[in-house]
């Protein structure tokens, strides 16, 4: 490894100014989903099943577990715009947008089908149901790792675009 790659500088790209901290803040939000999923499993694990704790954050383990079909390949796109940022900064933050919007465009859409199933009535649910029905006051907690993750991606995609002198 050389020297000047342990303590990168700023460079200028263009009109442009590419700071190493973008290339964190798009690994950091890529990886986001996987972070949180772990971070969020344990807790699960240690608390009571019948809390309204554990049902939201159960629901929400599940949805990621199998949610990674969908953020596993965005979080790939994310780990390559980085790669590709350190060669190319206009090339990096295009892969990066497209992985962004990708991710924004997913957390949007769990986001309003968990809200809208509030409005829907409720069905004596299957006992053996993957599931649970959230309660009013269980939806927030359900999405807010959502919201959290999508607000992170809108930031990174207006990071990586607005010009700096």
């Known amino acids: 490894m050389h020297e000047a790659d342990k303590y990168p500088q700023t460079t200028a790209v263009g009109h442009r100014t590419r700071s190493p901290r973008d290339i964190e803040w798009v690994l950091t939000v890529g990886v986001a989903p996987l972070l949180v999923l772990v971070l969020t499993m344990p807790v699960v694990a240690l608390i009571d ?4 704790l554990p049902g939201a954050l159960g ?14 390949p965005i979080m790939t796109v994310a780990c390559v715009a980085a790669l590709v ?13 497209f992985g ?29 149901d993957w599931v649970s029905a959230l309660t009013p006051s269980g939806t927030p907690l ?19 675009w607005r010009r700096r002198q």
Not at 100 to 128: K, Q
Not at 145 to 159: D, F, G, K, M, S
């Open 100 to 128: 962004n919007i990708t991710a924004i465009l997913g957390m949007t859409v769990l986001v309003t089908a968990e809200i809208t199933d509030l409005f829907r009535p409720v069905v004596d649910g299957d006992p053996a």
């Open 59 to 72: 629901d929400w383990n599940l949805y990621a577990v199998f949610g990674l079909t969908v953020f596993a």
């Open 49 to 52: 099943h019948q809390d309204l």
């Open 142 to 160: 359900f999405v807010v790792p959502y919201i959290a993750v999508l607000v992170a991606n809108t930031y990174v995609v207006l990071r990586l």
């Open 85 to 97: 940022m350190i060669g190319d900064f206009r090339a990096g933050r295009a892969v990066s947008t």
